[in-house]
């Protein structure tokens, strides 16, 4: 593998036939590469992987399993975003809607959908202490969600979240028309419906805010809303926005994502499984996965070339993997080496467990339109390495939530 | 380019009502548990880091000029400071591109000549920098910014 970097690396290699021959060479050694790092319990998908079969279809949605597909997205300029279906009811009742194009999202908590996903659903609105309706200002890295709480039956597989908080973003109801000051103050409205209708929030926190907002109105999060207008509140745990995993009678204490490889120059579409549980089924267990612990922030150690990132996370909603490396030219805001690269890097966890990662990067313009592929940008930040989406291909990646109990031990941890 | 910053900053402060990054360090609640200044010296230049420890749990930093002028910023932490004080003029950039994101919600970048930003995280840890190119001090590396 090394001498194989160490010749795409060369100014003087390529000629038609030399790249023609160092493609097959990559294919075989990714393959090698994910044969090897398979392994967990549940399965590893590196034996449905060959450069030139055809698109598999979804796996039946059954019990504990919900289909991952990743396609081009609802505006057909996705990449690399895995999508799912979601039904969701008025609680008590059969009166649902199946929302498709579902982003599933590893680096934050909690289902969140847009209104017009759920036309004709009437969902009741959580209420603080005082009575008030409440309404969030959800927190991501480029912006906020603001909008409504309310509650829902949501129905992921065969598995059942009744009465759960969610959010729905950009809420019409006129209690949430105006967004706080203090909001609009941590960033833009984010865009749930560009490419997607919501996202499936399966992170490592049971609630997106947590005991801070049972205390404080200092996180900023949650509002009481009458007509005269919103004002900051403090909020039971029980009433905060939930991730649904952690609201099963079963299969609570986490998640699992598999994906299948890709072939160097992507593919179209690419079919993967969102598994709930860890260790409660024979389809979810941990086996020969390696669990990372995180710290207090939820992030472990990457080293890269001989610099350490610290805080380092696993992200299945970000379509690149994105990490600063001076040495690779960028284009269009992601890396675009002239030929395919293969790195490496060591992931550290907070205990102190070691395992190294070989990845690929190709250009976005060699990719095509292609819906999944391996792709990699500059995070811009010293310290930050996000391993998204192309991650995931060809493993087992399972995310334990805090306080859960697995054969490894207590969660919150990375096991792949 | 001592007396031009010096006029800058002048107009800045006489201004008065807006602060954050290209002005003078923004206010912060009373009740944010730790203020604390720290100058440090890059060879031939200082700088002062003002770094308040909000009760949030995140912990933001202001590198302020001899001028008084914040030419820096960063946060750190569970949940996402006021962006708006710290950014100052410049929120309204990271604000567009954040609307431009699509379905990515992990990593926003803006690369203006005038102003650079970087927001990345998860939801229970966010990290971000800010910074203003042509206003760094001799020998600044922004990739070191803690």
């Not at chain 1, 990490?323 to 907070?350: E, I, K, Q, R």
């Amino acid at each position: 593998m090394s001498f194989l970097t160490a010749s795409l690396r060369s100014p003087s290699a390529p000629s038609s036939l030399l790249a023609r021959t160092l493609a097959l060479l990559f294919a075989i050694a990714a393959l090698l590469a994910l044969s090897s790092c398979g392994g967990g319990g549940s399965g590893s998908p590196a034996a449905d992987m060959t450069a030139a079969s055809p698109v598999p279809p979804p796996p039946p949605e059954s019990g504990n399993v919900l289909p991952i597909t990743v396609d081009r997205g609802t505006n057909g300029a996705s990449v690399n975003v895995p999508f799912v279906s979601v039904v969701v009811c008025e609680p008590g009742t059969d009166n649902c809607r199946t929302v498709d194009h579902v982003l599933v999202d590893t680096a934050s908590d909690g289902l969140r959908l847009t209104p017009s996903a759920l036309a004709g659903l009437s969902l009741p609105v959580v209420t603080s202490a005082a009575g008030a309706a409440v309404g969030e200002c959800a927190q991501f890295a480029t912006g906020r969600a603001w909008g409504s709480v309310r509650r829902a039956d949501v129905r992921l597989a065969g598995e059942r979240a009744n009465g759960a908080p969610v959010q729905i973003a950009a809420d019409p109801d006129a209690l949430f028309a105006a967004v706080p000051d203090a909001c609009s103050r941590t960033g833009a409205q984010i865009s749930l419906g560009a490419g997607s209708n919501g996202i499936l929030g399966v992170g490592m926190l049971t609630r997106d805010c947590g005991s801070a907002c049972v205390s404080s109105t200092a996180p900023g999060l949650y509002y009481g809303c009458a007509p005269a207008g919103c004002t900051a509140i403090t909020l039971p745990l029980a009433s905060q926005v939930a991730n649904p995993v952690s609201l099963f009678a079963a299969d609570n204490n986490g998640i699992a994502i598999t994906l299948p490889g890709v072939p160097l120059g992507g593919v179209p579409t690419l079919s993967g499984s969102l598994v709930f549980g860890i260790d409660t089924q024979a389809n979810n267990q941990l086996g020969l996965a390696t669990v990372f612990k995180v710290n207090g922030a939820g992030n472990f150690t990457t080293t890269y070339k001989g610099q350490t990132f610290t805080s380092s996370f696993i992200d299945s909603g970000s379509n690149a993997i994105f990490f600063s490396d001076a040495s690779l030219p960028v284009c269009s805001g992601f890396y675009c080496p002239a030929t395919p690269l293969t790195l490496s890097a060591v992931n550290t966890s907070a205990t102190g467990v070691t395992g190294t990662v070989d990845f690929i990067v190709e250009s976005l313009p060699s990719v095509g339109s292609a819906a999944a592929a391996h792709l990699a940008g500059d995070i811009g930040l010293a310290r930050s390495f996000d391993w998204g989406l192309p991650f995931f291909f060809g493993r087992t990646v399972f995310v334990a939530m805090a306080g859960a109990s697995t054969s490894k031990g207590a969660g919150p941890f990375w096991a792949y | 380019m001592k007396s031009l910053l010096a006029a800058v900053a002048a107009g800045v402060f006489s201004g008065g009502s807006w602060a954050g990054l290209g002005a003078a360090p923004g206010h912060w609640p009373a009740q944010a548990a730790a203020a604390r200044s720290a100058t440090v010296s890059t060879g031939s230049s200082s700088f002062t880091v003002v770094q308040h420890q909000l009760d949030s749990g995140t912990l933001v930093q202001e590198f302020v000029d001899g001028s008084g002028m914040v030419f820096a910023v960063s946060w750190s932490g569970p949940f996402l400071p006021d962006l708006k004080e710290l950014l100052g003029v410049h929120f309204d950039a990271m604000a567009a591109q954040g609307r431009n994101q699509g379905a990515q919600h992990s990593r926003l970048a803006v690369q203006g000549s005038d102003a650079v930003i970087v927001s990345t995280g998860h939801m229970g840890g966010f990290e971000g920098r800010a910074w203003l190119p042509s206003r760094l001090p001799p020998g600044f590396d922004v990739r070191a910014m803690p």
